[in-house]
């Protein structure tokens, strides 16, 4: 069974940092790439970033360029995100998900996990 | 950045068909991807590549795409097609994944 379980979220002061992890089992983690998607409570989806199975491809959205940084192991099955800078906009529930190939060749999300809340207040 | 537009409802009575339309600027020379949120629950891949269907999504739920419009349907509508819907692109110029803001499909 495919799977994909975040952690790493909680309540954390604006200007921190945060370091967010998905372990993932039921496939072959290195044939994958994996993204981060979060939602703020109440409203749509916001792709943050992504990566390939060997980390040369790596995407970010503009809202958290030059604040994140993402990265896998593919020996631990596991992706992570580290978020610094923390702002309160950052306040969303964030998912990883699936996807085949490279970031770039627009392969769907086929597999999500179920999220890790991140809330950024003082 | 490149946008995407979705009309933020649509009702639907059960046993007709639903219609979500997703605006961009030539979206016909993109692939689009379909999803659909169950409140509390994790989006699910529900149409890709903006006509084929995952195995185990059923067959009333059908994509095309065409021009600026790419556009989600289901047809004979049933309770549990009630969620939130959105579409999803990749922006070459941006090099980013971009979803619209998302329709919630109401059934009546």
């Known amino acids: 069974e495919v799977q994909l379980v975040e952690s790493g979220g909680g309540l954390v002061q604006p200007g921190r940092s945060l370091r967010l992890s998905c372990a993932v089992s039921?496939?072959?983690?290195?044939?994958?790439?994996i993204h981060w998607v979060r939602q703020v409570p109440g409203k749509g989806l916001e792709w943050v970033s992504g990566i390939n199975w060997n980390s040369d491809d790596i995407g970010y959205a503009d809202s958290v360029k030059g604040r994140c940084t993402i990265s896998r192991d593919n020996a631990k099955n596991s992706l992570y995100l580290q978020i610094n800078s923390l702002r309160p906009d950052d306040t969303a529930l964030y998912y990883c998900?699936?996807?085949?190939?490279?970031?770039?060749?627009?392969?769907?999300?086929?597999?999500w996990g179920q999220g890790t809340m991140v809330t950024v207040s003082s | 950045s490149y946008v995407l537009t979705q009309p933020p409802s649509v009702s639907v009575a059960p046993g007709q068909t639903a219609r979500i339309t997703c605006g961009g600027d030539n979206v016909e020379k993109k692939s689009v991807h379909w999803y659909q949120q169950k409140p509390g629950q994790a989006p699910v891949l529900v149409v890709y590549d903006d006509t084929d269907r995952p195995l185990g999504i059923p067959e009333r739920f059908s994509g095309s795409n065409s021009g600026n419009t790419a556009t989600l349907t289901i047809s004979r509508v049933e309770a549990g097609d009630e969620a939130d819907y959105y579409c999803q692109v990749w922006d070459t110029k941006t090099y980013q994944y971009v979803f619209a803001t998302g329709t919630k499909v109401t059934v009546l």
């Open positions: 998900a699936r996807s085949s190939g490279f970031i770039s060749t627009n392969k769907p999300f086929d597999f």
């Open positions: 039921g496939f072959n983690f290195d044939d994958y790439a």
